[in-house]
């Protein structure tokens, strides 16, 4: 009894240090009545020890993702503020996260508690305390999660030329650039308007402290895009504290909530209050205006504070990715991304890099603040699509902005990329491009395919003359299908914004980026490939390709399709593969591995042990990249007796076969029937009046025939007769 109550004092002690020694805990739901700072849809919650958790932030720190699980990381120096005003604000400390599962981020943590932005395989997800008044209770999100507050809805920004940009824009020849081995760094200064600080943190009497904890977060956000994606930092710089103004009656502003005014007083109010010497960049957050900034103006004195973002929420994705981010890259000379003119899209497209279908998706487009038939997402990824790559990079290395950095060697290296010089498809007919990359560290890569092409600008999405690819999160596959596999398994390839197949010849272009994520200097380089879509096609399977279609385990049934010219110059696809997927188009197992493509060929459909209604015939190209599907899925009974009478094959028949010129057939209630040749051409349609269940058939020739019954309950099967 005694060692009994020992162990049991021993297991609660053990639960009790335990509890102590935990950073976060799990719960089912937040308290009540309090009003939310962050409502996005789908979330995981969380209270944090926040005594501990001061103790943690040294070397290693669990987070939550959303899907409930703690992720370890590895935390680093994060450098966003300069080392003076670090000393001068201990409260505030900035850290770059290094994950065990292969993943990035960055961590703030000041007076507001810990805010943190993870890059990881399964999504970009955002840590941010509830509430505002308290650092205990938190909430971990995706990005995707996190709809757009109505007051987002409608904030167009736009972009003033400088006649430095305009110059370097005339002479820019530089190609080719991959980033990863240095990091250039930039002294940013980030004034504020009294209505901002007090929006930001939620507090009638703001301290400056405490704005600019929230700015911290904000630039900390702005850091880890930049930083991972073009290998450029943004350090505060030592008199930020000069700049950071918590009483609208008393701040040197009066644009707050005008733009065309504000974008001047921020240059005036920088450059006289700090020195133009003392800072390469600067912007000035507000609460209204929206966004505006010059274009490429890093570096160049008489604009280099001509930057603004405003927003009656400033905290947040929105506000830190979708506007900070895009001003900031204005700054550093990337140009509107987006092909359209519904909502706050009209008159702000760039017609020479407008590659993005719609409202586009990347920083430099406008997401979910286009019109509702232009909009492909609420919030931006926190990506730079492959021509605002080139432009930022270009503008940083080669142009005004390399002209004040400070380069810093980080012991990273770029990827090595391959993928293919050109390609040639059919038109209206899938494809999928693939390319390769290796890293000389042996970092994980992920990748993105991206079209570059801009199309006529501004036109509809589905009009054939705007782009026609959208932009995604970068995955673990070098490998990318157009469309997508979910619209190539509805069969609709014109309904879908940002997936939509060409139907008429012309090259398209398209980039292979690959990407290691690094946090304080990622490494990224790329490949272009070209696609010729030609006239040719579409290649598509005629059957089986309609519902109702069933098919018995172990017979033997025909595959027709459409050759189309795919098997002449310049395709030249003299010869395919048959594939079926039992699972919808997930998996393929090879049918037959090679056959010519002539438009029919004999399968055996392998046993099956019970009944499967998700069954769909592929058939590709054996030298292509291009393929097609049957449109619908059929079915694959394990034997004749579980097909329902409705849909007995058995009782369609024709004899004698083989036959003299002449054969009879039998079915049960056939509507209309089609008679091919061997090369699947269709010879002849008889359709009936009345259901009928049999009649007679003549051929012209000897060869081999296909007759297609289609009966009244919508079934269709084919029997393949030779004379």
Known sequence: MKCSVLVLLFFLLQISLFAQDSLWNRLLELPQGKTRQISPQFYSSWRLNAEYSKLKLTQHIQLPDPNGKLLEFELSPGHDLHPELEQQFPEISTYRLKSKQNGYG??????FGLHA?????TG????????????????????????????FAFMPCETLPTAAYDQFKLHQTVSGICTGNVLRQYRIAIACTGEYAKAATGLQNPTIAQTLSKIVVSLTRVNGVYESEAAIRLQLVPSETLIVFTNPATDPFTGNSNANVLINESQTVITNTIGSSNFDIGHTFSTGGGGLAALGCVCYNPAK????????????DPFDIDYVAHEIGHQFGGNHTFNANSGSCNGNTNSSTAVEPGSGVTIMAYAGICGSSDNLANNSIPYFQAISYDEITQFSHYGLGAACTQTLSTGNQAPQVWAPVSHVVPVSTPFVLTGMATDPDGDPLVYSWEGTDAGVTPAAWNSGQAPFFRSYNPVASPSRT?????????GNYKGTRGEYLPSVSQTLHFRLTARDQKSGGG??????????????????ITYPSTTGIVWASASTQTVLWDVNFTDLPPLNADSVKISLSLDNGLTFTALVPSTKNDGMHLISVPSVSNTNSNCRIKIEPLAGIYYTLSKRPFTIVPDLLSIPKSQTQQLLTLAPNPCQRQSKWYGEQVESLDVFNGSGQILNTYKFIKPQNQGQLEFPTAGLYLVRFKSAQGYSYIRVLSY
């Open 482 to 490: 157009f469309p997508t596999s979910a619209v190539v398994l509805s």
């Open 117 to 121: 932005q993870v890059f990881s395989s």
């Open 523 to 540: 490494g990224l380089c790329y490949a272009n490939t070209e696609v010729n879509i030609e006239m040719a096609g579409p290649l598509e």
């Open 305 to 316: 504070a001509s930057g603004i973002t405003g927003s009656g929420n400033p905290v947040g």
């Open 106 to 111: 960055t961590l703030v943590y000041s007076t």
């Open 124 to 151: 970009i997800f955002f840590i941010d305390p509830v509430f505002n008044t308290s650092t205990e209770y938190y909430q971990s999100y995706y990005t995707h999660a996190f709809k757009k507050p109505q007051q």
